[in-house]
Every structure is written in C-alpha cells, then in structure tokens.
Nanobody, 125 residues
Framework: VQLQASGGGLVQAGGSLRLSCAASRRTFTTYAVGWFRQAPGKQREYVAAISRSGDSTYYTDSVKGRFTISRDKPKTTVYLRMNSLEPEDTAVYYC???????????????????WGQGTLVTVSS
C-alpha cells in the first residue's frame, strides 16, 4: 500500500495543524496506522498510532493532550490533529501503516511495513 501524507506547513507556537494520511488502496480497514517524526539531528520518534478498529490509540508522552489521531468512518484517511504546537514539534512527519490481524492492537515501532513520504511541520517561536 502506498501512503500519501499531507498537511504540513509553517505555524506559530501555540497554533494548530492537521496532518492527513491517505492510502493508495480504497480503504485502510485492515491496517493500523501511525505517525513518526524526525527533527534535524535527532533520532526518529514514534509519535502516535491508531488501531485497525480505531478503538485503541498510542501517543508518545510529549504530545499527550495536544495531539489527536483519528480515522474517518470509511477508513480511507487517518488524521493527526496537532494543537498547542511548540518549536520542539518541528520535524518531518511520516505516515506509516502495518497490516493488523487484530482489530485493537497497536504495532510497535519496528513493525510498520509501509512508509509514506514525509510532510514538514515547522513551528516558529
């Protein structure tokens, strides 16, 4: 499956952005989907994920309460709503997907099979 991430841009600290991840296949129903980010000079970070059913989510500690991952009802697109953005959130954000046998599981960092191109998020102070 090919993934297309979009929605990045330049925003001031405290602002919001919504990233979108769309799949080449008509539906994401059999995939868990996540977001990674990589800032210049830093290691890649597992930011958020949502299970195949949408009932389970994961957030890294630094974004809890500020970011929300969701999937639309037809399950063709996954969103990452980012509020209260901080300069530390500046990074290239990557959409990832993993085939999920179970409806509620969240893949570990190393399980993702499919990666999209990144979308750049820049937060100015």
């Amino acid at each position: 499956v090919q993934l297309q991430a979009s929605g990045g841009g330049l925003v001031q600290a405290g602002g919001s952005l919504r990233l979108s991840c769309a799949a080449s296949r008509r539906t994401f129903t059999t995939y868990a989907v996540g977001w990674f980010r990589q800032a210049p000079g830093k290691q890649r970070e597992y930011v958020a994920a949502i299970s195949r059913s949408g009932d389970s989510t994961y957030y890294t500690d630094s974004v809890k309460g500020r970011f929300t991952i969701s999937r639309d009802k037809p399950k063709t697109t996954v969103y990452l709503r980012m509020n209260s953005l901080e300069p530390e959130d500046t990074a290239v954000y990557y959409c990832v997907a993993d085939y999920a046998r179970l409806m509620w599981t969240i893949p570990s960092e190393k399980e993702y099979q499919y990666w999209g191109q990144g979308t750049l998020v820049t937060v100015s102070s």
